[in-house]
């Protein structure tokens, strides 16, 4: 499931759940056999405007018409609704097909009877979630007003509510996405935009600014840091709380931390996260106005689930950097076996990231290059040392063992659900086909060559050149260059060349850094 977490965030954060279009209308069925209350009901209702939307009438006659109508019209707000239709109970019998049947929970219903004795029981208003039972003397104009106001306003918190759970689900269901793409902060945010939402819910037409972080605590230095913010603290992205929060704040977000829970006062609130690992978040956010009860214990629900959410993030992340780690070590053992050292596997991987970041793309891509390259050579585990160490030039059988290492890699990463090391497999089949068609172990050509095959090749044969290996010594830097412009739509795909050739400066800043991080191995 793929979502954008980063429309999400501004959709809520600047208009707010209940900017209504104009155009948009609160449904309401009038479900009476008397044609009367038709006329009453609409002259009494006529143009008003409640939460920013005229009202829209439907009119029925009968139960079975009724029935009808509300399952076409599945987002009525409320139903005005008489007892005695056509039947003494068609009423009743309209409640319980719109709970029971269409299991429309949202609807609001207002029962009206010109019959007292007909009035349902206690227990069927409360087993259906009836709003509101009148007998329709009470419905004067201002009462009538005012009991729809009061369902309207029910089902408008109904309906945000299950915007939230929806949304919620989203988010939690692209979380392991989310984690692919390395962005715990779009998760957060995405949290704290819902979160602000949630808090907005009893807005009417003030609006009502918010300000509010959600933090992390750096399990190295102990400290808090901002990982998503809006209104004030918007610009403190990535400072610690320390540096950031006035003292007042602090203090109360200190609370939080040291009781580890949620704490609401008057004004703000700050919900408190800890997963089974031990990693803690918080999200604090500051409000213009009282939190009602429906608030509150939404709020308290909401971050129930974030927790769960949180969970699985680190648990996806957990294993994720868990591959990463065994990808390196599968990497180092590779690189250990043959004599000459020199961080092969490492300065290919930042070739392979720089070249793919100046080919122009998408960050997510290029991440899953640079973690999945270093393997690229993971077939050689079936080379003999005899062969991979030789000191001298190798014989034709020798090296048709040595080529072998391209298929037997690619074999052994395939067949994986996991990105990296699909994309490893590709890098280890493709980075010894060349341009012209001549490389191998499939001969490819040109594009048909993968991309990443194609990158990977000029990150590697450059390491192999400018370092020295048991069978050659370096190159001079000019001679590494003649060999890619020679070698232009030869060995090398042109643009991917010419990036390195264009760049020659950067790369060599990137392979002395590494050289010099191996504390003078090479
Ligand atoms: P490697 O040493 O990391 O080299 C990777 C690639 O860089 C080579 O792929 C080749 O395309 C390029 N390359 C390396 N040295 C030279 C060179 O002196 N001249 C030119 N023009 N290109 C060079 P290739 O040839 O498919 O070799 C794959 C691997 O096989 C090498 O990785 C190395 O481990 C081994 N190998 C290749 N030739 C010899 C050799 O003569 N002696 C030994 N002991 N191993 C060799
Ligand atoms: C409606 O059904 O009219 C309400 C839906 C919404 O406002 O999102
Ligand atoms: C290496 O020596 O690890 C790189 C050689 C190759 O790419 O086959
Ligand atoms: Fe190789
Ligand atoms: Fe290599």
Known sequence: MDIDTEA?????????????????????????????????TKMVLKDIEL??????FISTFTGEETKRVIRENPDTAVILLDVVMETDDSGLQVVRYIREELKNNKVRIVLRTGYPGQAPEKQVVIDYDINDYKEKTELTSQKLLTTIVSALRAYKDIIIIEENRLALKRLIEASPKIFELQSLGR??????????????????????????????????????????????????????IKDVLNPNILSFVSKALARKENIYEKG????????KNG??????????????????????????????????????KEIEETQKEIIYIL???????SSEIGNHIKKV????????????????????????????????????????????????EEFGVIKKHSMIGYNLLKNTSRKILDTAAIIARDHHERYDGKGYPQGLKGEEIHLYGRIACVADVFDALSSKRVYKEPWKIEDIINYFIQEKGGHFDPKIADILIENMDEILKIKEKVDQELGGKM
């Open 187 to 240: 998760f957060v945010s995405a949290v704290l935009s819902q979160m602000i939402s949630i808090m907005n819910l009893s807005k009417n037409t003030v609006f009502y600014s918010t300000a509010g972080f959600a933090a992390t605590k750096d399990v190295s230095t102990g400290d808090f840091k901002i990982l998503a913010a809006t209104g004030d603290y918007a610009n403190e992205v990535e400072k610690s």
């Open 331 to 337: 990497g180092e053992v590779t690189e250990g076996r």
């Open 349 to 396: 991987s930042k070739y392979c990231e720089f070249i793919a970041t100046k080919y122009g793309l998408p960050k997510d891509e290029i991440e899953i290059i640079k973690m999945a390259s270093p393997i690229h050579d993971i077939g050689k585990i079936i080379v003999s040392d005899a062969i991979l160490n030789k000191p001298g030039r190798l014989t034709e």
């Open 279 to 316: 990693a803690e978040n918080i999200i604090y956010t500051e409000i213009n106005k009282e939190l009602r009860h429906l608030d509150k214990s939404l709020i308290d629900m909401f971050c129930n689930n974030v927790s769960i959410a949180f969970e699985n993030l680190y648990l996806n």
């Open 8 to 40: 999400m965030v501004f959709a809520k954060e600047n208009e707010g759940p209940y900017d209504y279009k104009e155009q948009e209308t609160w449904k309401i069925i009038i479900a009476d056999d008397e044609e009367d209350v038709h006329q009453i």
């Open 51 to 56: 939460f920013n939307r005229k009202i829209e």
């Open 268 to 275: 703000r609130y700050i919900a408190y996260f800890k997963s």
